[in-house]
């Protein structure tokens, strides 16, 4: 498919009920499904980090199998078309399906299958989502436009988020987690199959001369690793931020909730706040911005200010604090995201988009979400406060999550410092 410098009414629409839908349901899965299964099934931080990971590897794996699928279909449905549809309507099925776990006994067996319910979801997910939907966006951008699009996506990313924090506290007082999971994954079902209906593909380039499996070994090669050195070492450098990121993301509401002793809906009206500020007001800016000025100056300007961020949020314990705070980190957050998002598919191969898409998820997800839940859940049992929950004995995570993560982000200006090319760096 040919890039196209401005965007058509068309595709922004496909991008805007894709990405929204899409963000929606990660949105639940990354607290909710964690909260659900450390409140009804065992209230302990290591099988959440267990399930996290599960996902993670779940994810990662998907999306560069099924991507690379992408890249070599072709026919008249399309290339990522056929991906998107299937996907979303199964993603959508599976968010239902994942309450009904807790009904499961001896709780081993519950929380077994919390984790299984979350992988399905994800590998329909990662394949819609990661997979089919990332390449699409590569496919139909260029260099000029990619970061404020990223930056449009990271909104939609944020009011997704926010809809989920905002409103979850009311749906699951009133309805419970199950009418929660219901609303959501209905609608998740809705907006991607009119999503995914509405999008066109042009020209359907051909298929890669090299077998599957053979294109993907391809691209381990040496010289191949070598050509890609500045892609590889972006990628590092999101790895280590999102390893930082889920030492306490995953824990975040559990913390707020048992530690500093919010209500759900003081705690989700905290988060709420701090995204509408920190992340949709400043989302389509910082897009821009990341256009105008390069990625690698906003990336490593992230960095320093996340880690004060995180910082300064581990101390607060008043609501009002804790939304300054948490804009503190959210900001740089959101900066971050549009900007080595932008540059990680600035430097996809063309023909193979599906296929890096999945490397990044490798790094951006995959290799965080089991080195970062692992470490986090570590720490919430090792220095945690040891509480009983519905009769079951367990562990509250304390501020040294977020201490121990503003410290690790540093870590993430490393490789970006070593990479010189590109254009926009």
Known sequence: MENQAKLSKRIWLVLILLGFSGQLAWGVENQFFNTFLYNRILPDPRPVSWMVAA??????????????????????????????????????????????????????????????????????????????????????????????VMGVIQILTWVAILIVYGGAGLIIASIGYEGFFYAIGASVI?????????????????????????????????????????????????????????IFFPYLIIYLQHYLQLDMLGSTLTIAVSILVGGIALAFPLGLLIDRWGRKPVALLSVGAETVGLLLFSFSRDLVWLVVTGILWLAPLTAWTIATSAWSKDLFPPEKRGQFAGYYLFFWVMLPMILGPLTGGWLGTRFGIPTVIDGQPGFIPTPL???????????AAIPLLLVKTGRKA
């Open 55 to 148: 996902s993670a590897v779940t994810a990662a794996l998907t999306t560069i199998l099924m991507g690379t699928l992408s890249d070599r279909t072709s026919g008249r449905f399309g290339r990522r078309r056929p991906f998107i549809l299937v996907g979303y309507l199964a993603w959508g099925l599976f968010t239902i399906l994942f309450p009904s776990a807790a009904v499961f006994r001896p709780v081993t067996l519950a929380v077994g299958m919390a984790i299984l319910f979350d992988c399905m979801m994800t590998f329909f997910g990662s394949t819609a989502n990661d997979a089919a939907l990332n390449a699409y966006i590569t496919d139909v951008t260029t260099e000029e436009n990619r970061g404020r």
């Open 190 to 246: 809705l907006l991607g199959l009119i999503g995914g209906l509405l999008l066109k593909e042009n020209v359907i380039p051909e298929k890669p001369a090299l077998s599957y499996w053979r294109q993907i070994a391809d691209s381990f090669r040496w010289k191949n690793l070598v050509a890609n050195r500045e892609f590889f070492l972006v990628l590092i450098g999101i790895s280590l931020w999102a390893v930082a990121q889920n």
């Open 401 to 411: 999550l977020f201490q121990v993560a503003a410290l690790a982000t540093l870590l």
